[in-house]
């Protein structure tokens, strides 16, 4: 467990000297401990270490560590963070208290399917891809996008019609070892594209922007992150290490 504590109040240090950098309050940002590939000991460890949001990659790895942490009792809160696909929603709205990765409407319409038949509502983040890279998932969002605006605010206003689903807000994954200018540019656009939402939007409880990793939270949260999805900084190196989580 020492190695979980001493990251995590290393984290927790840089995580209070971004905010206040950025003239924000520390205990507003929340911590999300991204858990792939590992197993429920070093999850029990980073509970006993006081972390209570998690968040997974895939829903099939997801299911036993959920499922483990209620028959335990923990007390976890646990977010999808990475890509779901249709024909895994019905499992997911069992298990995720968040899912922060809605790309598309046809996503949308199933999580909002699936939750009118279950009677639950399910709190979602839409995610952008704010670099433009192909390899990534979102809503079109970087620079250039052109007329793509108008097309994501359209889609934007039907998602919110649909039953049993609460839009929170915006998540995006910035490009993997981009330079801080890059990486700010990013974030920044995000941060605008949620101003946009909150006046084209304003019944809507806009509150939430989840973007900033290992290697970029800092520079994320003095650009506004609500959120941080955070794995390698607490956990250490993992077999499948992928994009800085």
């Known amino acids: 467990m020492t190695d979980i504590k001493v990251n995590l109040a290393r984290l927790n240090e840089h995580i209070s000297d971004a905010a206040v950098r950025a003239g924000r309050k520390p205990e507003k940002i929340t ?7 590992l197993p429920p000991e070093r999850i029990e460890l980073a509970w006993e270490a006081g ?25 976890l809160s646990w977010h999808m963070v990475g890509h779901l696909q249709r024909n895994k929603v019905k499992k997911a709205i069992q298990l995720f208290d968040l899912v922060q990765s809605v790309d598309s409407l046809r996503l949308a319409q199933e999580i909002s399917k699936r939750c009118s038949d279950a009677a639950v509502n399910m709190p979602m983040l839409l995610e952008v891809n704010a670099s433009g890279e192909a390899s990534k998932y979102g809503f079109p969002a ?28 915006l998540m995006t994954v910035a490009p993997f070892g981009a330079p801080e200018q890059t990486l700010r540019s990013c974030f920044v656009r995000v941060r605008w594209l949620l101003d946009r939402l909150r006046q ?18 800092e520079i994320a949260i003095e650009e506004g992150a609500t959120i941080v999805r955070v794995g390698r900084a607490i956990f250490g190196e993992r077999k499948e290490h992928r994009e800085g989580k």
């Open 31 to 37: 911590l999300v401990a991204v858990t792939k590939t």
């Open 51 to 75: 972390l209570r949001q998690f968040g997974e990659n895939r829903v099939q790895e997801a299911e036993s560590k959920v499922l483990w942490s209620r028959a335990k009792d923990m007390g």
């Open 142 to 169: 970087h620079e250039g996008d052109g007329g793509q605006l108008e097309d994501f605010l359209r889609i934007v206003q039907q998602i919110i019609a649909l039953p049993n689903l609460e839009p929170q807000g």
């Open 200 to 217: 084209e939007f304003p019944d809507q409880r806009w509150r939430h922007l989840s973007m900033g990793m290992t290697d970029d939270l």
